[in-house]
């Protein structure tokens, strides 16, 4: 089965940077699409990100291009969210997405906040 953990997340005020990172096991990594997701409190899903199998292609939703930044690591099971000029509309908890033929696997999130 599939397990994701993320880390990286804690306070960080406006303007800030912020990597987070996603541990992926229990599968081949490179046979998922890699996401990553936030969902604030009541609302709906929120896609930030994406990234292919060989991470020769990536998406950056709108409300977050030009600030932030997918990649992986498919020697180590990796992937991350690279998040520049943080704003506080970006506080949320955000998780790790791995998507393939084998299913679709949410990690449990880490916390972003931003804060003066």
């Known amino acids: 089965q599939v397990q994701l953990v993320e880390s990286g997340g804690e306070p960080v005020q406006p303007g800030g940077s912020l990597r987070l990172s996603c541990t992926f096991s229990?599968?081949?990594?490179?046979?998922?699409?890699m996401k990553w997701n936030r969902q604030p409190p009541g609302k709906e899903r929120e896609f930030v990100a994406g990234?292919?199998?060989?991470?020769?292609?990536?998406h950056v939703n709108a409300p977050v291009s030009g600030r932030f930044t997918i990649s992986r690591d498919n020697a180590k099971d990796m992937v991350y969210l690279q998040m520049y000029s943080l704003k506080p509309e970006d506080t949320d908890v955000y998780y790790c997405?791995?998507?393939?033929?084998?299913?679709?696997?949410w990690g449990k999130g880490t916390l972003v906040t931003v804060a003066s």
């Open positions: 997405t791995a998507e393939g033929d084998g299913g679709e696997f």
């Open positions: 229990g599968g081949t990594f490179t046979d998922y699409v």
């Open positions: 990234i292919s199998r060989t991470g020769n292609s990536a």
